[in-house]
């Protein structure tokens, strides 16, 4: 059984790009959430995709916007970056059902600096 | 608004001891909590959790305890080993609504133990 895998493991970006991030979901599971986690700050949820659906969002704006594929993998992208957008990108999976999911299981994450 | 609060950054314990790890949290339609454990570079862990339902959750060395009444929770390893050294976060998971499955994570606690 594969665990939750995401690439690339580190991004330097400047201010005004634009990124993709990528998760392969762990087996089995067709949920996946995102999350952002600041230096010394506990993750901070993003949204959260249900069978290529968005499932409940976070206080982010819109320029954080995602895409859950039919293998359940998923995307996260952000337009415009500012600085304060420099984190640690993590992304979770679980297995759903008709809304509710079971425990969530986390990927290594992406860091990302902008500049 | 910090819905879920750990407030001790840090904790530090004799190999052999038991760890207790605190938690506090205000949203009373939290229906879920777990605690994950998370090493530098990688991605949080899943340990332990517990329904709301419940007051007491164990596995292994790792017991989780909920006062609902007090909207606390903790988390005790006994006997603590040096491997445990981490920064553990408690979550907890909304009931209903939109954002059902998201997780609010503490800021985490640095433990660490000492041979």
């Known amino acids: 059984e594969t665990g939750v895998t995401q690439s690339p493991t580190h991004l330097i970006k400047t201010r005004g790009q634009q990124v993709t991030l990528r998760c392969s979901s762990q087996?089995?599971?067709?949920?996946v959430s995102w999350y952002q986690q600041a230096l010394g700050q506990g993750p901070q949820f993003i949204f959260q995709?249900?069978?290529?659906?968005?499932?409940g969002r976070g206080n982010f704006p819109p320029r954080f916007s995602g895409l859950q594929f039919p293998n359940y993998s998923s995307e996260l992208n952000v337009n415009a970056l500012e600085l304060d957008d420099s984190a640690l990108y993590l992304c979770?999976?679980?297995?759903?059902?008709?809304?509710?999911?079971?425990?969530?299981?986390f990927g290594p994450g992406t860091r990302l600096t902008v500049l | 608004d910090q819905q879920v609060k750990q407030n001790s950054p840090s904790l530090s314990v004799q190999e052999g001891r038991i760890s207790i790890l605190n938690c506090d949290y205000t949203?009373?339609?939290?229906?879920?909590f777990l605690w994950y454990k998370k090493y530098p570079a990688e991605g949080p862990t899943f340990l332990i959790s517990?329904?709301?339902?419940?007051d007491k959750n164990e596995d292994g060395r790792f017991t989780v305890f909920l006062n609902k009444s007090a909207k606390h929770l903790s988390l005790h390893i006994v006997p603590s080993q040096p491997g445990d050294s981490a920064v553990y976060f408690c979550?907890?998971?909304?009931?209903?609504?939109?954002?059902?499955?998201?997780?609010?994570f503490g800021q985490g606690t640095i433990l660490t133990v000492h041979p």
């Open positions: 979770a999976s679980s297995f759903g059902l008709a809304g509710r999911t079971d425990t969530q299981y």
């Open positions: 087996s089995g599971h067709n949920t």
């Open positions: 995709y249900y069978r290529e659906e968005e499932n």
């Open positions: 949203n009373s339609m939290f229906d879920y």
């Open positions: 517990i329904s709301s339902i419940k």
């Open positions: 979550a907890a998971r909304s009931a209903g609504g939109t954002s059902y499955g998201k997780l609010t």
